[in-house]
């Protein structure tokens, strides 16, 4: 556990991976995504786990618009935050 890297979500990534895998799709194939964004950054972090971006780019989808609501996938409905900070589970569907 100490020589992991915090700012890499490797079991996002395997998780994304087995889940694409299993549904037989790519992440192209989607045109919604629905993330878990307890802080900011984890929501960048996970655009790169997912393959959304290469690792280190995860800023890249919001600055070029590719999770508006118009955008290659759509992260509209905001995650975690715009539905508030509450102690059980976000009432939106997470992927």
């Known amino acids: 556990m100490s020589k992991r890297d915090i700012l890499q979500f490797e079991g ?9 895998q299993s ?7 989607l045109s919604f995504v629905e993330t878990h964004d307890c802080f900011t950054v984890a929501e960048l972090i996970e655009y790169e786990a997912m393959g959304l ?5 995860g800023a890249r989808a919001i600055k070029e618009g590719w999770t508006q609501k118009d955008g290659s ?16 589970p976000p ?3 997470c992927m």
């Not at 996938?73 to 059980?88: F, M, P, T």
């Open 23 to 29: 549904a037989g799709v790519q992440l192209s194939d």
């Open 73 to 88: 996938c759509d992260q509209s409905l905001g995650g975690l935050k715009a539905k508030g900070i509450r102690s059980a």
């Open 53 to 57: 971006t290469p690792r280190g780019q």
């Open 12 to 20: 996002c990534t395997v998780a994304w991976q087995r889940a694409l």
């Open 91 to 93: 009432a939106s569907p």
